[in-house]
Nanobody, 118 residues
Framework: QVRLVESGGGSVQAGGSLRLSCVVS????????MGWFRQAPGKEREAVAN????????AYADSVKGRFTISQGDPKNMLYLQMDSLKSEDTAVYYC???????????WGQGTQVTVSS
């Protein structure tokens, strides 16, 4: 059974930074994708960034390119999302995910709230 636990959310003013962390326990395959999704109030859930477990190849939503950085820790079951130059529209619950598909993850964390005030 795969379990994901996020931490690092909170409140910050626009222009500030936050770093989200995620611990993934259980079986992770080399081809699995690890990533972050978010859901703002009244909006659909959207993909933010992802990284392929073995290769480290990354992808970002256009809305966060140049501001957010996804990375793996050592050991690789640690996942991070460094968020800089935060905007009010980044306010959402952020979820850590993993599974064979980057676009449709099999496993989800419980989510962590990020609130950016302008």
């Amino acid at each position: 059974q795969v379990r994901l636990v996020e931490s690092g959310g909170g409140s910050v003013q626009a222009g500030g930074s936050l770093r989200l962390s995620c611990v993934v326990s259980g079986v992770i395959y080399n081809t699995d994708c690890m990533g972050w999704f978010r859901q703002a109030p009244g909006k659909e859930r959207e993909a933010v960034a992802n990284i392929v477990y073995q290769t480290g190849s990354t992808a970002y939503a256009d809305s966060v390119k140049g501001r957010f950085t996804i990375s793996q820790g050592d050991p690789k079951n640690m996942l991070y999302l460094q968020m800089d130059s935060l905007k009010s529209e980044d306010t959402a619950v952020y979820y850590c995910t993993t599974g064979p598909s980057c676009g449709d993850p099999q496993y989800w964390g419980q989510g962590t709230q990020v609130t950016v005030s302008s």
